[in-house]
């Protein structure tokens, strides 16, 4: 962005950034003064109007206990409801009831008319004392009720009128009625808050009542001839706090309860005259406090429409009933100056912006213009036009400054081209001498680096024939290695063939050896076993003879045992009857004698085979020792030829395996030169491939060395002709 459009704007955002700064501090200081301003006036407002309600309640309760009180009234009211029984309620409503007629209008009746009805005559002179309290627009209506609960008298007539507090059921004018006939005399009053009341015209009303008692002398107590009752509606309140303020600004006053209805009902004519009741629910909580703890305030709320209200609020004690008294405004009425202040400013900072930007634009213009000529200048003479003018230079102001430094600018770009002219000669000269030194060097260079690369060649020739000799000689030399190393592992080879079968033979003989030491140890221990099986036999023999000497006893005692039996057979044959049992003993014992007799001779017949059987395994065994011991002779003299083998054996694996080892070594010397002379004939290779390469290098180095000479002197002179 050009400074000829830069300059402007920066100075008309600073100028709205000011106007916007100033106007919205003083914006807000003005709303905010305003502001307080309405809360005062409303607080005042909510003061004077709480103060003013509060002067018509106590107006009307001190109206009330004045006609309570009053002789001439209670005289009224004892004529009237005498009156009242000796006329027919239907005549009664036809003169003051008609239901064509308003309120209003049937309030205007007084009766004077009605001569031939002695109730009409009654009724005019009491109502001449009711009727000034509803004109004074303090009372909605006023009753009279009996004590049997008859309405006799109303000032409007209303619904309620010649009707029982029994047909009225729980109505608020039937339930104050009620409480007022109960009181007792001494100027007691009983009141209802404002309710809903449907008897009546529909409207919020509040009620007082209080009985009315004939004089009586000391200590005689009577019951009340009636209870004046009075009502006051809504309406009668808004007339009360109503009205026009004297700055003739929109201000809402109201009566409030502490459930937050609005108890009071606004004047024809104004923005709230068809709206009874409104809630507004921000006000709860300071109106549900008690009245000994309420204190007046300001709040905001919400109206039925929407709109922002500035509440100030007073606490108004109705005979023990908490109420509030409300002055409001919308915020928008309140702070309606500071709107058009705002408008206002608005419009001055859109003129002002507008002549600012008039004057800003001219004076960027004046300032911009040089700066812009001085810019074009600088521009030329950077890009090298050094004839260019520099204009200004007669100013006397910071423009002038720029046009002496550009002029300055000038006078040196001049002086360094013709330093930068001379500096050129000056090295053409100079590259003139280095061509001629330089082509000298390299002649030089030429004739003393060109005889050390031929003498290089010659003697890298030199080594290539030697290393191809060397190399013909390792490779015949390798050849001959590997037909000894191939004869020297086949040998080597068979050597170790041979060792192993040696050691397979030595390792099969001590095996052998092994195998018959164990067979005549096994043979002695054969010998040695029917040796003791011979002794045992005969140990056999000799228990078998004992057994037979026993069992001989044995024989000899069973045949004693049968002869004694036959002896006690004997004895108790004798004996008779006494000794028949000892004579079946006696038979059983002998029959145990002959039962052992006979087992004895079986058992002998078996001992008798058994010393057959053992003579005979006995002389087996003999022959059988003589036998093994043979066989141990046998094989102690095989185990000592097989230990004799054995050791040969050893001896010749033992030998054939030092020939093996030795044909390896040989073998692996034979390797080893094998490959040294594979190594030998690799290096001879290398080192002809060394030759080439120190020949290709050695071309090379000439071939540069060339080329670096011919470099030398065609650099020289092109550095010579581009200088």
């Not at 097989?642 to 040989?666: C, F, S, Y």
Request: charged share 25%; hydrophobic share 45%; proline share 2%.
């Amino acid at each position: 962005m050009k400074l000829a459009v830069k300059v402007p704007l920066i100075a008309v955002l600073f100028c709205l950034t000011s106007c916007v700064l100033i106007g919205v501090l003083g914006y807000v200081k003005s709303r905010d003064a305003l502001y307080d301003a309405a809360v005062s006036r409303l607080t005042l407002v909510a003061e004077a109007k709480r103060d003013k309600l509060k002067d018509a309640f106590d107006s009307t309760a001190r109206n009330l206990d004045s006609l309570a009180r009053s002789e001439g009234v209670i005289q009224g009211i004892e004529e009237l409801s005498a009156a009242f029984d000796s006329s027919s309620a239907d005549d009664v409503e036809k003169l003051f009831a008609d239901p064509k007629l308003g309120p209003a209008k049937r309030s205007e009746i007084t009766g004077e008319e009605f001569k031939e009805s002695l109730y009409a005559w009654r009724h005019s002179w009491l109502h001449s004392a009711f009727l000034p309290m509803w004109r004074g627009q303090a009372i909605a209506d006023a009753y009279i009720v009996r004590q049997d609960g008859k309405i006799i008298y109303s000032i409007t007539k209303s619904d309620g009128f010649l009707k029982s507090l029994d047909g009225l059921g729980n109505d608020a004018l039937a339930a104050i009625a009620r409480k007022a006939l109960q009181l007792p005399p001494g100027g007691e009053q009983a009141f209802a808050g404002f309710r809903d009341y449907r008897v009546g015209d529909g409207a919020v009303s509040a009620f007082w009542g209080q009985p009315v008692y004939t004089p009586s002398w000391a200590g005689e107590k009577k019951p009340p001839v009636a209870a004046i009752v009075f009502r006051m509606s809504d309406a009668k309140v808004g007339a009360v706090i109503g009205g026009t303020e004297s700055d003739s600004s929109p201000l809402d006053t109201m009566l409030m309860s502490r459930d937050t209805l609005i108890r009071s009902k606004a004047p024809e004519g104004t923005d709230r005259a068809d709206q009874d009741r409104i809630i507004l629910k921000d006000l709860a909580e300071v109106f549900t406090a008690s009245t000994s703890g309420a204190t007046f305030g300001v709040s905001t709320s919400l109206d039925g429409w929407q709109n922002q209200l500035l509440i100030a609020y007073q606490p108004l004690s109705v005979s023990g009933e908490p109420y509030f008294t409300l002055a409001a405004q919308t915020t928008g009425a309140a702070l309606q100056a500071t709107d058009r202040m705002r408008t206002a400013m608005v419009a001055m900072t859109g003129l002002v912006l507008v002549a600012l930007g008039g004057v800003a634009l001219l004076l960027s213009r004046q300032l911009t213009v040089p700066i812009r000529q001085m810019a074009d200048v600088v521009q030329r003479l950077a890009e090298g036009d050094l004839e260019t003018e520099v204009p200004r230079l007669s100013r006397k102001d910071e423009i002038a400054s720029i046009a002496v430094a550009a002029e300055v600018f000038k006078a040196n770009a001049q002086r360094i081209r013709m330093m930068e002219a001379e500096r050129i000669e000056a090295e053409h000269r100079a590259a003139q001498d280095k061509r001629q030194a330089m082509a000298a060097m390299a002649r030089h260079f030429e004739q003393s680096v060109g005889s050390v690369i031929g003498t290089l060649v010659t003697h890298i020739e030199e080594v290539r024939q030697h290393a191809l000799v060397v190399a013909r000689v390792a490779g015949e030399a390798q050849s001959e290695a590997q037909t000894a190393t191939h004869a020297s592992e086949l040998s080597s080879a068979n050597v170790q063939a041979v060792s192993a079968a040696t050691d397979q033979l030595a390792a099969t003989v001590n095996e052998i050896g092994r195998q018959m030491s164990s067979a005549h140890k096994m043979s002695r221990q054969a010998s040695e076993g029917v040796l003791q099986g011979d002794g045992r036999v005969q140990s056999l023999v000799v228990t078998a003879e004992q057994i037979g000497d026993i069992i001989t006893m044995i024989q000899q005692i069973a045949a004693r045992t049968d002869v004694l039996a036959l002896n006690a057979t004997i004895e108790a044959a004798r004996a008779g009857e006494a000794g028949r049992g000892f004579a079946v003993v006696a038979n059983e014992v002998k029959s145990l004698a002959m039962a052992t007799s006979r087992a004895t001779r079986d058992i002998r017949a078996k001992i008798e085979e058994v010393q057959s059987g053992c003579s005979d395994a006995g002389s087996a065994m003999r022959s059988v020792a003589d036998l093994v011991q043979s066989l141990e002779r046998m094989n102690s003299a095989v185990a000592t030829a097989v230990e004799e083998q054995g050791a040969a054996t050893t001896e010749i694996a033992r030998n054939t395996h030092e020939a093996a080892l030795g044909a390896d070594k040989t073998a692996r010397g034979i390797s080893a030169v094998a490959r040294a002379s594979e190594r030998n004939e690799d290096e001879a290779r290398k080192v002809l491939h060394m030759c080439a390469k120190l020949a290709s290098s050695a071309s090379i180095l000439r071939s540069e060395v060339d080329d670096f000479l011919n470099g030398i002197r065609t650099s020289s002179s092109s550095y010579v002709h581009v200088k």
